[in-house]
């Protein structure tokens, strides 16, 4: 009987340490969402901390915060890791507000089928049967364009091959106006395949280009990409505006860029399948913490591109979700997109570069890499993004707000907006971040009743981009036909003299507000710099300065496109002055000496900034560079003021004038 007593406790014992350990697995399973908001910037630093530390806490921000009082979206485990998280955040002034507790039954209800049966671990019927009532299509497609045999389900979610389908399907039946374009293959060696939409000609026209899904998640972005492709074909003939935009105009709209990512995420509803968000590139192993290696997937394909790469926003590693890969271009999908448009039938002919993403309701121009960074023609970018999102708001009533990306979200380098800005010096470049607004709960898991109305207004929105490009063209060519489409590059206007004045003085209030963020250290170098010295010591010092190694180089690009390695690069030593340049020095020794012993403080801080190596450059044709930006004037002015300008502000400097080529930097020789 003892020993009855004893097997049945044993029983007992072990069946109670099952159920707990099948009502934990069965808990880690669940995932919530929740809604966070940082009260001070402690608070604030906290939350981006975390963000870039999601692979040690499984962490999913859906949206990271820009500001305090700002929301975060943060997709957590339930259970433990929930109540680390919420612990972490209890001491550091974070409110937390519980907003979707199980994200996959969001997924099931938005975008799921009756079935849960389930065979190794897979949702078998995923995504194949009949919907349930709640995730019923959306069958009002009156305001979908109708096109001979080529059909697409727009009321609901398809898979890629369904996507390809369709657009060879308007190849077959529109050859007059359509073309299938192949630029590259992913890892997967599944194509990557777009529709060009434009009447014939017989010179080389102007072109739009339009992409999505570069986040495997973003769901809604691919459909509004197809939407975009179905109205321009359906509306050709029949819609007057739209047939002079494909009579005009080149569109090449690739509506996935990340099939493979895509593919996979829709395999199953289980949240971290579904909200993947790189794509699915090969492991990469990384030594851990407690021993052997941590191996995981995938590339955030929207930090690999050639703009400030690896620098905020993006990470080192391979387990986080904005992993920005091994070296600048390492994903066969980002290479695809830069050598299709850096191709010698593209090259130069791209006048608006309008990217899909998903969610938030903004309207995002360049530069995201870092807070207040804007090209020069940004009032130019901004009308017409006012435009767009109040044309946008007429439809449903639907309010997008407009900013960089890092003014409007967060810091993120590497993308292929700023990209296709900088390197491709494209005029009109958009993210579009579609619907819901951040304050939302559904976040990527956008119901299928939402798919048309969002297409429908984002491509009202694009309208007004298109618009903006037909006048540019239209406007800065006196001649039209081949004329108008061989020059118009050549004889476009970069920005209005009243334009480049705003310009000026808005960047003139930045430099005063950063001047009042000087480092106390600065201070203590500045009043040094004030003292006499003897005309020996002057001697020694301009020896020592002459041989110092010269400063960092505040260059755009942070990764040699050769290169291998993983860490990023050196920057090169700058090279001697050189007299047959048009320049001049910021450095006038003999003119500073005073008698035969003394220097004043003018020519100290003159010669201090010689290793800078000032370029003052009188016209456009001496920039080494033809992609630098236009700043000559602002930079020339804080120069002209404070020649140590570059010295005491470099965080400032390196954002707003280390671009030009000719101020604050080293001449090298560029990618």
């Given amino acids: 009987m003892r020993y009855l007593c004893r097997s049945s406790i044993l029983l007992l014992a072990v069946h109670t340490i ?40 499984d962490l999913d921000f859906w949206k990271s915060p820009s500001s305090i009082s700002d929301k975060a979206d943060i997709m957590v485990k339930r259970g433990k890791p929930e109540r680390m998280l919420r612990q972490i955040l209890s001491f550091a002034n974070v409110t937390v507000a519980m907003s979707v507790p199980d994200v996959e039954k969001l997924i099931m209800r938005n975008e799921g089928t009756t079935s849960k049966s389930r065979l190794g671990g897979v949702f078998t019927k995923w995504l194949h049967d009949d919907p349930i009532l709640d995730s019923e299509p959306d069958l009002d497609l009156t305001k979908v364009g109708t096109l001979k045999k080529a059909k697409y ?51 080389k026209k102007r072109a739009v280009w339009v992409d999505g899904n570069i986040h495997a998640r973003e769901w809604a972005s691919s459909h509004t990409a197809l939407y975009f492709i179905n109205q321009l074909v359906s509306g050709y003939g029949t819609d007057p505006q739209i047939t002079n935009y494909v009579d005009t105009l080149d569109f090449y709209i690739v509506p996935c860029l990340n099939p493979d990512g895509y593919e996979y995420t829709r395999s199953s509803p ?39 790469w690896a620098e905020r926003g993006s990470s080192y590693e391979p ?40 969610y938030a309701q903004l309207w995002i121009y360049p530069y995201s890499h870092e807070e207040q960074n804007y090209p020069e023609d940004i009032g130019e970018l901004r009308k017409t993004a006012r435009k767009a999102i109040n044309r946008l708001s007429r439809v449903y009533g639907t309010n997008y707000r407009m900013g960089t990306g890092a003014d409007t979200l967060s810091p993120a380098a590497g993308g292929s907006d700023d990209w296709a800005k900088s390197a491709l010096n494209v005029k009109y470049v958009y993210l579009i971040e579609l ?33 903006a490009v037909l006048v540019l063209n239209n406007s800065t060519s006196s001649t039209s036909g081949a004329a108008s489409g061989n020059n118009s590059g050549a004889t476009r206007k970069t920005i209005s003299d009243l334009q480049m004045r705003k310009q000026q003085y808005r960047m003139r209030l930045l ?68 007299s047959s340049l048009s320049t001049t020095e910021f ?66 400097m390196r954002a707003q004038c280390a671009y030009t080529c000719k101020f604050c930097t080293s001449f090298i020789k560029r990618h």
């Fill in 587 to 652: 450095s006038t020794s003999t003119e500073d000496i005073v008698g035969d012993d003394v220097i004043t403080t003018s020519s100290m801080a003159a010669r201090a900034t010689t290793r800078f190596g000032f370029y003052t450059a009188t016209k456009p044709s001496a920039f080494l560079d033809p992609d630098c930006r236009d700043m000559r004037y602002s930079c020339g002015f804080w120069l002209k003021n404070n020649k140590q300008v570059c010295e005491e502000q470099q965080s400032f």
């Fill in 511 to 578: 430099a005063s507000q950063a001047a009042r963020d000087t480092t106390r250290s600065t201070q203590t170098s500045r009043s040094t710099t004030t003292t006499t010295t003897t005309k020996s010591t002057t001697t020694s010092e301009l020896t020592t300065t002459n041989e110092a190694k010269p400063s960092r180089h505040f260059d755009r690009f942070t990764a040699d496109p050769n290169s291998s390695t993983r860490a990023r690069p050196t920057p090169p030593m700058a090279p001697p002055m050189m």
């Fill in 319 to 358: 387990c986080s979700n904005i992993y920005h890969g091994e070296e600048v271009f390492s994903e066969p999908e980002t290479k695809a997109i830069r050598n299709f448009l850096g191709n010698s039938e593209m090259k130069d002919r791209v006048d608006a570069f309008v990217t899909l993403h998903s």
């Fill in 270 to 308: 289980i949240p971290s399948v579904r909200l993947w968000r790189k794509n699915r590139s090969p492991e990469v192993c990384r030594p851990s913490l407690w021993g052997g290696e941590k191996c995981c997937q995938g590339v955030d394909l929207n930090r690999n591109f050639r703009f400030h």
């Fill in 435 to 467: 619907r819901p607004q951040m304050e939302l709960s559904n976040g990527f898991i956008l119901h299928k009743k939402e798919l048309i109305p969002t297409a429908v207004e984002t491509f009202e929105g694009f309208r007004e981009v298109v618009d």
């Fill in 153 to 203: 389900p727009f009321g609901d979610y398809a898979s890629y091959a369904d996507m390809v389908k369709y657009m060879r399907t308007i190849e077959f039946y529109y050859p007059r106006i359509a073309k299938i374009v192949r630029i590259g293959a992913t890892h997967e060696g599944k194509p990557i395949e777009g529709l060009k939409i434009g009447a014939r000609s017989t010179h």
């Fill in 18 to 57: 099952l159920l707990v350990c099948c009502t934990c697995a069965a808990e880690e399973e669940k995932y919530a969402l929740l809604h966070v908001s940082a009260h001070d910037a402690q608070s604030l630093h906290l939350i981006k901390q975390l963000q870039l530390n999601d692979y040690k806490y």
